[in-house]
């Protein structure tokens, strides 16, 4: 076997009312004036109006920041630094889904390092960040244990990642499945399927190991039993503990291990058509493994056992239908004559180099005009 690393540093809270542990992991560590980074729908939650009473309690200042959007971008990310900045902020909190953790990232690199986030795109930083808390209320992208942010470069129509194994790990995460109670049927659905992406693509991308596999397993099993009764009855506490989990041990996975092509893929219409993730790798997942299945069918059949199925693809395909995943064709601003354009940008992600099968413009273009020409999954 190959060498390899596993690396976790993140210290992970997770239960049923872990929310009020945030005061306390501020105060510890001396922190006693913090930012919180949400949305504008989450800002005027009661979960808001709960977190800052809770820090509240332990003397802890806050000011507000609502600038998140899907597929964060560049420019939000440094107003957001900025007004950290301004406000002399010691940490930042970031409440929300992978949006809100990874903006909380990049705007916590430029609180400590100079220039713009583009400088740090794919390369170490030079000083760490500051301090992140994160606190997820999606069950999906893993991001409160990983060390990488995915941010949209506005003037290329580009993902980039900004990434550093060392220095970039949120300090604590929170996982609260009582916050992920309300999460819309339509959020439950792609952010868990996002969650399945991951678990798949670290236990079959190149660079897997034992560690990566492990939780990668668990993971899709735990999708598997969950997924669909946190969707169809959001209010089951035990279903959104249990994706919550799931999400975490697929984030750990494919930290540890990889992506492949779907990610290659759904990142790329992603950043041109500003298509969320999850929706995004939820399309593409089952392309990629019936591309994939036959270059390590050994693997897949395991991944299918978690799922209690004999054909993956078909599974998959079955998910996507019954949680009304949308089909390629429906999303808006898709266009067919984008399609070679879209295949070269894929095949340029450094992500399609992890794939477990060499993946070329030409497979990316028949997968599009494939994916676009479904007229039900």
């Known amino acids: 076997m190959h060498s390899f690393v596993f690396s976790e540093k993140t210290k992970l809270i997770s239960g049923a009312g872990s929310l009020s542990f945030v005061g306390k992991e501020l105060a510890q560590r001396g922190i006693f004036r913090a930012l919180i980074l949400t949305d504008s729908f989450l800002g005027q939650s009661d979960i808001v109006k709960r977190l800052e009473q809770i820090l509240n309690v332990s003397q802890i200042q806050t000011i507000l920041d609502t600038s998140v959007k899907p597929n964060p971008r560049d420019v939000d990310c440094e107003a957001t630094a900025l007004l950290a900045q301004q406000f002399q902020a010691q940490a930042i909190v970031a409440l929300g889904g992978g949006s809100s953790m990874d903006q909380g990232k990049a705007a916590a690199v430029l609180c400590t390092n100079h220039g713009s986030i583009q400088d740090y795109e794919e390369r170490d930083l030079p000083c760490a960040p500051l301090p992140l808390f994160c606190i997820p209320t999606t069950a999906g992208t893993g ?49 868990g399927m996002d969650t399945l992406t991951h678990a798949i693509e670290a236990f079959t991308a190149k660079e897997r190991n034992p560690f990566s596999d492990a939780l990668a397993l668990e993971a899709t099993k735990l999708v598997g039993d969950y997924l669909l009764t946190a969707y169809e009855n959001g209010y089951n506490l035990e279903a959104r503990e249990k994706m919550l989990i799931a999400s975490s041990m697929a984030g750990m996975a494919f930290i540890n291990s990889n992506v492949g092509a779907v990610h290659a893929i759904a990142e790329t219409i992603g950043a041109w058509y500003d298509i969320p993730h999850g929706v995004a790798n939820s399309i593409f997942l089952p392309y990629i493994v019936e591309f994939n299945q036959l270059t390590c069918a050994e693997r897949y059949q395991k991944l299918a056992h978690c799922l209690r199925t004999e054909n993956l693809v078909q599974k998959i395909r079955e998910m996507n239908r019954t949680l009304s995943i949308p089909l390629y064709n429906k999303l808006e ?39 676009y020409g479904e007229t039900e999954w």
């Open 143 to 191: 991001s409160e244990v990983t060390y990488v942010a995915v941010i949209t470069d506005t003037k290329r129509r580009f993902k980039m990642s900004i990434l550093d194994s060392d220095k970039l790990y949120p300090t604590v995460a929170i996982c609260d499945p009582e916050l992920t109670l309300s999460l819309p049927k339509g959020l439950t659905a792609s952010c």
């Open 333 to 371: 601003k898709v266009c067919i004559e984008d399609i070679p354009m879209l295949a070269q940008k894929a095949e340029k992600n450094s992500l399609s180099l992890s794939n477990v099968r060499t993946i070329t413009a030409e497979d990316y273009q028949h997968i599009l005009q494939k994916a």
